[in-house]
């Protein structure tokens, strides 16, 4: 996972007017998500000592029933040579698997705005440039099939905690008011760190903070601002 796919692979999928640093930049946006997940770094100490090992927290964490959730996201670093600088938000829901996201992209110092929706089900996603003026568009771009760069599996945040490697429990940690367990590994075919702050009373997650070394240098840093909302994500029209 973590494959940063040449822009021809996808290129079908794609606006047929992104340049070569946007079409990187999406595909980065894209493979990242592989672990979409929860925070920001900067957590603060706090005094209680998990008794659990890293092994049983996830197994809790798994079994904690996370239907959906809300979060911001933060990613900076290069991919391939491009520079890039991402903030936004998006939602997700695991039944059925969708995710939907506004991100903010500074690619080689221009700034694009993009609306993506992903269904895991059927491995599809919809994309739609909405700044700057001159690649805007009111319609919905279409890629289907792009289970290569965006594989269902990885999307789906409940899934994720038997793939972390090396799992070790770094301490109990607060992070925006709420006392977590900070569990580090790896991930399968990445290099690079995976770190998970997951809440101590309900098990659901606050944060995820991915580093990633070798070619893709990045940072990428998810937030949960709210979990089992009932919230839902329709599909657009394209």
Request: proline content about 5%; charged content about 15%.
């Amino acid at each position: 996972m973590l494959k940063i796919k040449r822009a021809q692979d996808v290129k079908a999928g794609l606006p047929a007017f992104s340049s070569k640093p946007i079409l990187a930049a999406m595909l980065v946006v894209a493979a990242l998500f592989v672990f979409a997940g929860c925070g920001a770094p900067g957590a603060t100490q706090a005094k209680p000592t998990p008794t659990l090992t890293a092994q049983q927290i996830l197994t809790k964490a798994q079994a904690a029933h996370l239907t959906d959730e809300t979060f911001t996201i933060t990613m900076q670093g290069s991919a391939a040579g491009t520079s890039l600088d991402v903030t936004g938000d998006g939602k997700g829901t695991e039944n059925p698997a969708r995710m939907a996201m506004t991100l903010s992209m500074v690619v080689s110092g221009t700034t694009l705005t993009m609306d993506m929706v992903v269904d895991l089900t059927t491995n599809t996603t919809y994309t739609k440039i909405t700044a700057p003026a001159e690649l805007a568009s009111n319609k919905w771009t279409k890629a289907t099939d792009t289970s290569s760069t965006l594989p269902t599996s990885d999307l789906q945040l409940s899934a994720q905690y038997s793939k972390l490697t090396n799992a070790k429990l770094v301490g109990s940690e607060q992070v925006n008011g709420k006392n977590t367990y900070h569990i580090q590994g790896g991930v399968p075919s990445t290099t690079g760190t995976v770190d998970l702050y997951i809440g101590q009373t309900d098990y659901l997650p606050v944060k995820m903070v991915l580093n990633s070394t070798g070619d893709s240098a990045i940072q990428m840093t998810v937030t949960y601002t709210a979990v089992n909302t009932g919230i839902t994500i329709d599909l657009p029209a394209a």
